[in-house]
């Protein structure tokens, strides 16, 4: 069975730009949740979807953005990025929402972004 | 979900066993305990959960105290692909995906 898959797999942008990332969760998983990994701050919870909703967010600005497809795809998106948008952004999926101690998520291997 | 603190880092020697601690003094009862760990430029990889009991699979066995204020993850014979950081998460069984990941333990094994 496939993994995560991000892509793309490394980015460079300027500030000001918009960026979109995408994520192919595992076959038959449902929900995928957005990670973002920076140095100064460690790994942070951006946000997560379920049947195409947004089911939880952190605590991020609203320049950043995702959605979920009926395939359970999902992309993130980032507007006015800034310099400290510079990160590893992680995209992990699972079989569903909150469905148990043992629905384990599955991490893809990150899409490193440079804002320059 | 309930905070956890772990060592920064240790080192440990290949072929023994690795013992990594976790304090989660104010987890409440029905959250549990988990552990990820990323390797470097690699995604986390689950390893192991356990609500009060220990647990065991192939990769690592969990130890919980009897008042659910500690854990420890054993790597019971620790391989150079075992270098990585290591995370101890507690939350809510059921009560969405998110994961709260803190500083971890940055595990170095020499040979």
């Known amino acids: 069975k496939a993994g995560v898959t991000q892509t793309p797999r490394y980015l460079i942008k300027t500030r000001g730009q918009q960026v979109t990332l995408s994520c192919s969760p595992i076959?038959?998983?449902?929900?995928v949740s957005w990670y973002q990994q920076t140095p100064g701050q460690g790994l942070q919870f951006l946000f997560e979807?379920?049947?195409?909703?947004?089911?939880n967010k952190g605590n991020f600005p609203g320049r950043f953005s995702g959605r979920q497809f009926s395939n359970s795809r999902s992309e993130m998106n980032v507007s006015t990025l800034e310099l400290g948008d510079s990160a590893l952004y992680l995209c992990?999926?699972?079989?569903?929402?909150?469905?148990?101690?043992?629905?384990?998520?599955?991490f893809g291997p990150g899409t490193r972004l440079t804002v320059l | 979900d309930a905070k956890t603190t772990q060592p920064p880092s240790m080192d440990c020697a290949e072929g023994r066993a690795a013992n990594l601690p976790c304090n989660h003094s104010?987890?409440?009862?029905?959250?549990?305990v988990y552990w990820y760990r990323q390797i470097h430029s690699q995604g986390p990889q689950y390893i192991i959960h356990?609500?009060?009991n220990n647990e065991t699979n192939e990769m690592a066995s969990l130890i919980i105290t009897e008042d659910r204020k500690s854990s420890t993850l054993i790597l019971p014979h620790a391989t150079l692909r075992d270098t990585a950081v290591y995370y101890c998460?507690?939350?809510?069984?059921?009560?969405?995906?998110?994961?709260?990941f803190g500083g971890g333990t940055r595990v170095l094994v020499k040979p």
């Open positions: 104010t987890i409440s009862g029905n959250e549990y």
């Open positions: 076959s038959g998983h449902r929900s």
């Open positions: 998460i507690v939350r809510v069984g059921g009560a969405g995906n998110k994961l709260t």
């Open positions: 992990a999926s699972s079989l569903a929402l909150g469905g148990g101690p043992y629905n384990e998520q599955f």
């Open positions: 979807y379920f049947s195409e909703t947004q089911r």
């Open positions: 356990g609500l009060k």
